[in-house]
Nanobody, 123 residues
Framework: QVQLVESGGGLVQAGGSLRLSCTAS?????MGWFRQAPGKEREFVAG????????YYIDSVNGRFTISRDNAKNTLYLQMASLKPEDTAVYYC???????????????????WGQGTQVTVSS
């Protein structure tokens, strides 16, 4: 069983930056960030594979968000810059503890989920 603890959300003006953190209590292979805005479905935002160091971003955040990890701290980060009001959502980290070299982009592929952290971008 892996527990994920998130932190770092908040309120920021458009154009600003925030960094989200997610600390895992056990070993994982792929981790990702998802978000869900009010009235919308949850969507994959970015992912990283611990083994391959590969990363993947959806088009709408590519170039603005950076996903990274600190192996020593077993912590995943999402650095968000040039934030837009449409980035407003609850952000969730997710982890896949099954051996993999890939980066799943769908929710059911991830076994473990964080509690979510609110990101609000004002215009």
């Amino acid at each position: 069983q892996v527990q994920l603890v998130e932190s770092g959300g908040g309120l920021v003006q458009a154009g600003g930056s925030l960094r989200l953190s997610c600390t895992a209590s056990g070993r994982t292979y792929a981790m990702g960030w998802f978000r869900q805005a009010p009235g919308k479905e949850r969507e994959f935002v970015a992912g990283i594979n611990w083994l391959s160091s590969r990363t993947y971003y959806i088009d709408s955040v590519n170039g603005r968000f950076t996903i990274s990890r600190d192996n020593a701290k077993n912590t995943l980060y999402l650095q968000m810059a040039s934030l837009k009001p449409e980035d407003t959502a609850v952000y969730y980290c997710a982890a896949d503890a099954a051996f993999s070299m890939g980066i799943p982009q769908t929710g059911p592929a991830y076994e473990y989920w964080g509690q979510g952290t609110q990101v609000t971008v004002s215009s």
